[in-house]
């Protein structure tokens, strides 16, 4: 049995359960600045348990900001190195590890968590946990920074607006026009946009992506592991280079990681308290570092939402089709409708292909199909709707 002396302090904060802190599951996606930190506070106050995911390894450039590693761990996993200083910090924390991308974790880890962490630094990914922890009914605390700039969001599924609600506003327009194209081009045209980023490759290896539907500099950057499993050995490495390369490599600083960091541990000790620590943040939290300013921005719940409105439940979203379309004009236009980039059609039991037209399948109008893609947890379920 701990004794509380450890805790002595935090003890003396009105409202506070310490029972409730060391009760709790915390979920911590992605060790970087701002992972690190928010493991190590809650480490640090007696958390019960925490499960760190992260499938990147120790780099010389994370250890500015980066607040568990040292030289030491230079080339080794990031939850590996995270878990052996976390455990020194606090030995009464249970600590779960797992390299790997996330989306290849098995749901019921998920199921463990209380409150899932993203830390992530890229939009594909983190729009996939925003819909597990829909799916899973979890609170989601999201957390980016960008420079001297950094936000927070927490999502209360069913209660407060989720990461794609205000998607259209919060969601960089870039990767909103990336995420709105349908993947489907030549081997040619991705080597040649490797090219335009100074890297050079041949065309029989741009061919072997292909086969296994990597297809454009975003799939190559965001694909899970296990796609590229399908590949042989002497291919798989030379695209972990390449992918070395693409890495994003936004401008980051300790500082604002800290700060916000910070904050987002606040958030998630108020969601273990039930409220008895003050409101849980509603919105979005914007902290700018050139101005000394915090803003909050209140976001309204869209019950239109496709991925946390009541609706999507019950009535099913629609899409209006013409029955004499192709399967790839339907792809095209879920893909700019929904901003999934890679919408596989699962109708019945078939997976659709690209030139079936949508007649022939032997859909009827208001029939049922689904749509599989990487931004998703679960497939979502679409109501076909023939214009008339
Ligand atoms: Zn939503």
Known sequence: MQSLERYERQLRIEGWRQDKISESTIMVIGVGAIGCEVAKNLTLMGIGKLIIVDNDVVEVSNLSRQMLFTDEDVGRPK???????????????????YYKDVRELDSDVFREA??????????????????????LDKPLVDVAMDG?????????????????CHGEDLIPKEIQLAECTLRRRKPEDLRRDLEEQKIYVSLELVEKLFEIGVKTIFDIKYSQAQMLEKLDEVSRNKIREIQELLKPKMPALQSIAATIAGLASTEILKILHGEALG?????????????SKLTKVKLKRKNECFVCGDYVKTDNIEINVNPDDRVLDLKKKIAETFGFPDPEILYKKWRLEDDQILREVGIKDGEIAYVETSRRFTPLPLKLVFKT
């Open 148 to 164: 001297l700039y950094a936000n927070l969001q927490v999502v209360l599924p069913g209660k407060t607006a989720c990461l794609e």
């Open 279 to 291: 409101k849980i943040l509603d919105g979005l939290l914007v902290y700018d570092g050139y101005s």
């Open 114 to 135: 209380v409150v899932v962490c993203s830390c992530l630094d890229n939009w594909p990914v983190r729009r996939w946990v925003n819909s597990m922890c829909i799916e």
């Open 79 to 97: 939850t590996l190195a995270a878990k052996e200083k976390l455990v020194k910090m606090n030995p009464w924390v249970k600590i779960d590890q």
